[in-house]
């Protein structure tokens, strides 16, 4: 695979990642929004489940960003080692 396909490849996982951990902070701002004052424990157990599904969200977010900015910074070292006089 070029070099130049590689780094599009990163930018897509860490702008896909990205996309994902918002969507996730989305739906636990739509879904939990400002929680109850006292809330019954039907409504805390739904949102403790919103709040599980965002935090999941986030995190695998999270991680796509991470794994596509760390591939990134590969393969530029990869590039600067690569190259000599």
Do not use: C, N, W
């Not at 396909?5 to 739509?30: D, E, H, P």
Request: hydrophobic letters at 55%; charged letters at 10%.
């Amino acid at each position: 695979m070029h070099a130049m396909a590689r780094m599009k490849t990163m930018f897509a996982i860490a702008g896909i990642g990205l996309v994902i951990a918002l969507a996730g902070v989305a739906y636990g701002a739509l879904t939990v929004g400002v929680p109850y004052p006292d809330p019954t424990p039907a409504q805390a157990a739904a949102e403790r489940a919103y709040l599980a599904i965002s935090a999941r969200a986030m995190g695998g977010g999270v991680i796509l960003m991470l794994a596509g900015v760390g591939g990134l910074a590969m393969l530029g070292l990869g590039r600067l080692l690569s190259h000599r006089p």
